[in-house]
């Protein structure tokens, strides 16, 4: 019995924390309908900054404590409003996702910059040398008793403004109908600010109240906190009587786990990772949301040409071979990840980019590939990266089964949560038996060795070799994914994304569908995953863990997920820029563990995608087969002149970037002269035929307007 | 609802607001200025040049069918919507741009098509909400109960679990309450059924009585004409005809066939 009330007054506590951080989440999320998943990381960073307040400038408590929540918390919060969420009305969920995610990494990014992650940063207890309070067998701290005062105070707070306060009802009223909310002329955006300012300081209180507990550690903090999602969810992130209910089931269990688990290897785990279960079943038992009809977005992806993915691969390989020949052996597995994690992030591109599923754990069925490389593919046999396509597959769709019924931030949540319990649970196991049928093994609690491929007796262990072979099989994978966008399957897929509600009346099986792209998705997944152990030669749940997971699917939405280009733009940015900056400019190259975050918060301005950007301004080379030879021509000539070492590295590779745009420049420039001669192109188009006489290039230019004939639209207008 | 004959003391309060707002600018002839106004969503033109006006206390019906560019025209007009070219005149003054809550604050009110509640909160939580143009909100709850009896009853139900007419009367109390000088009603009649439509227009007779300047949008013309001092029809985005309303009630069938 006193063991039962220690562990109810320890699950209590933990729940009056998830209550504060996640009231502050649903505040947020109901004013301006963003799931802030960095909510959490703003403890984090509150709980940091009391931490260099108190405890290493040694300011008193309360100075610190108002500091902290009522000035930098709350203002964060405004800045937040009027830099970042303001943009994103209008945004698709996915878009906002990436938003918030890379808001997430950006903070960690930040934390890490300030704060040193290699020093500890022991942090005291709130009133940690008063005597505890006794309550019959068992006592109460004193930090226990702050913790649930705070959350009871915070409870009656927040309904005293929420329905006592006009400013409160405002806030609810601007959630409704924010028009409407205009019309009665409140201001609906001081309203939002004023929310998310109460929203990070209790962000900040939570963090604040669960950092002594845990080591100040910017990410694990930043993560805790997805147990407040589980009690958001509860709530639906909308009720918050029922959040605060959500917040004493997950407390209560984490503390009864803490007290009752038998202590075994196999369950360990479990108990960090039970808020996560919980999120996930509670993910799945919420109420079926209708189906969705046609979703206005500023997002539209052209289908590719099998020429543009032919030209596209051709050029895959080529640089790989280019890679492969020229660079040293450091610099050759520095940047070897770019091809096979670049296949990881071509995953995404059918299930994000066609079907508009969200996925947060492809970095976690990279892992399972892993894991089946290391133990299936003995001696490198190449038959081991089918079975890690078929189990990583497998794994996928079985994922995607419970999980199905959701969409949006609830399924990126409950996919989230699958990667947490991975990295926390189900990849620390030691070897398992299953009813004595089989064993399964992940990473048999510590690292495994993976070969380097072996194909019919060649052997990749050569970084060189290895490039070449990761290229070809990028470019594979990028075919197949065109492939897959070309057939009818792709077309269903994209007309799913546009409108279930329209694909149902069409009689196509959106179960199947969704459970076929999940698992499609999971085994190129799982095939990058092989891929990468390959070359890694050592693999460690570390290197497929949610948060590594986080900029690869940041990334490759910034690069536009609609286009097999942006897998590509993902990796190279992330595996070939980044480690180039920071080999360029070491002073500065602290700072690069922020650009990530920094680059997924501008796809708030431009939800299109980078490699959009890149492919218009490429429109004039891309259609004109004279200067596409030309420019071939001479980067061949310049590969010849780098193997003869006429040139050196660097040299090479600066020209490999302008000679394209130097062509492209070129092509341009000769298109436009011919424009400018056409005879009064200043008259305007209706006047034409009146103020002169009506030319063959007045219509030619009618037509291409119109889009009457087939003809190229040469230059940009 | 029961609109009953005691509805002097907003018709006296009405009355005052017109004197308000209108203060500061001697005696503007038109309350509201439409002046060829162009506007769209995106890169689709719905509105192409359109005039109207709204003499000081009249009534103003704007009649036009489906996709006629009238809903958004009221946008315009409540600044909700930033026309692409054009003037919008409130009392005198030009005011494209300015906000919509300061248009509301200043004595302008919409009531948007559909409910014009939020769903979520209670009655009395939306009435709260109609403070925020300046009024007490004892004086809303008052005249809101007042005019509309059934609301008192139902003051702690959600707005979203009210019938249809119950909804359209919380949002006339808002029209009501909150004593604008120009109220711009968009399809009061949306489906409603034709007994409450009617009591409904009966109480915008009476505000309109009290001096308020009014615009109402519908489509099917019949109920509005009674009401109406002018009327206008309205076209594929441009005003097509004006006129009296018996004049215009004869060629409103051949304006609907596109004639």
Known sequence: MDKFLTFTIVGLSTAAIYSVIASGLVLTYTTTGVFNFAHGAAG??????????????????????????????????????????????????????????????????????????????????????????????TTITWHQMVTLLTAVAVALGLWLVLTRMRVGIAMRAAVDDRNLTMLTGARPRRVQMLAWAIGTALAGIGGILIAPGLVLDASSLSLVIVSAYAAAIFGRLRSLPMTFVGAVVVGCAEGYLQGYLPQSPFLTGLRTAAS??????????????????????????????????????????????????????????????????????????????????????????????????AHLGGGGNPLAL????????GVGALVALPALRLSGIYLALATASFAIVLDRWLFLLPRLSVFGLFEVSTFNQGSL??????????????PGRQMILMSVLFALAALLVVWVRRS??????????????????????????????FALSAALAGVGGALYATQLGSISPGNFDFVTGLPVFMMTVVGGVGMVGAALFCTVSLYAVLPLYSALLPSIARYAVVLPGLAGLSLARNPGGAVQD???????????????????????????????????????AVLLIVVPMAANAAVQGLSRPEKAEEPGADVPLEWRGIVRPWTEADRIELDQALGVNEVEIHGAT | MTPGPASGTAVAAGARTVDRAAAGDGAVENLLELRSIRAGYDRIDVLFGVDLEVPRGSVVALLGPNGAGKSTLLRVAAGLHLPSSGDVVVAGRRVNGVPAADLARAGLCLIPEGRGVFPNLTVRENLRMMTHVGCGFDEVEEEAYHRFPRLRERRRQTAGTLSGGEQ?????????????????????????????????????????????????????????????????????????RTGSPSELETELSGAYLGA
């Open chain 1, 44 to 137: 984090m960073l509150a709980a940091f900054c009391y931490w260099q307040f108190h405890f290493d400038w040694g300011w008193p408590t309360p100075v610190a404590l108002v500091v902290v929540l009522l000035v930098l918390a709350p203002l964060f919060g405004v800045l937040l409003e009027m830099v970042i969420m303001r943009n994103l009305e209008g945004t698709s969920e996915t878009t906002r996702l990436v938003v918030s995610i890379s808001l997430l990494v950006a903070m960690i990014g930040l934390s890490v910059l300030i704060w040193k992650p290699d020093e500890s940063r022991p942090m005291a207890r709130f009133f940690q040398s008063s005597a505890p309070i006794s309550v019959g067998p």
């Open chain 1, 276 to 373: 996560v279960l919980i999120l996930f079943v509670v993910l799945l038992v919420l109420p079926n949301p209708r189906l969705r009809g046609r979703i206005r977005s500023r997002e539209f992806f052209p289908a590719p040409t099998w020429k543009g993915a032919l030209g596209f691969a051709a050029a895959m390989v080529a640089g790989g071979v280019i890679l492969a020949t020229t660079l040293s052996r450091p610099d050759l597995i520095t940047y070897g990840q770019v091809f096979s994690l670049g296949i990881v992030a071509l995953s995404l591109v059918p299930l994000i980019g066609f079907a508009g599923q969200v996925s947060l754990c492809q970095l976690s069925f990279a892992g399972i590939g892993a894991v089946v490389m």
């Open chain 1, 386 to 393: 089918l079975w890690a396509a078929l189990i990583a597959g």
């Open chain 1, 449 to 462: 060795s993976v070969d380097s491929l072996t194909i019919f007796g060649a052997s990749f262990a050569d």
């Open chain 1, 488 to 517: 009818a399957f792709g077309r269903i897929l994209v007309a799913m994304k546009d409108s279930e509600a329209a694909c149902a009346t069409l009689g196509i099986d959106l179960f199947g569908t969704k459970l076929a792209v």
């Open chain 1, 614 to 652: 890149v492919r218009e301004g490429f429109l004039p080379l891309r259609t004109s087969p004279p200067a596409i030879g030309a420019t071939v021509g001479i980067v061949a000539g310049l590969y010849l002149l780098r193997m003869l070492d006429v040139l050196g590295n660097w040299p090479f």
């Open chain 2, 168 to 240: 359209q009367m919380l949002a006339m109390a808002r029209g009501l309450a909150t004593r604008p000088a120009l109220l711009l009603l968009d399809e009061l009649s949306m489906g409603l059924a034709p007994i409450i439509v009617e009591e409904l227009y009966a109480l915008v007779a009476q505000i309109a009585q009290a001096g308020v300047s009014i615009l109402v949008v519908e489509q099917f013309a019949g109920v509005v004409l009674g009401v109406a001092d002018q009327a206008a029809i309205m076209i594929n985005g441009r005003v097509a």
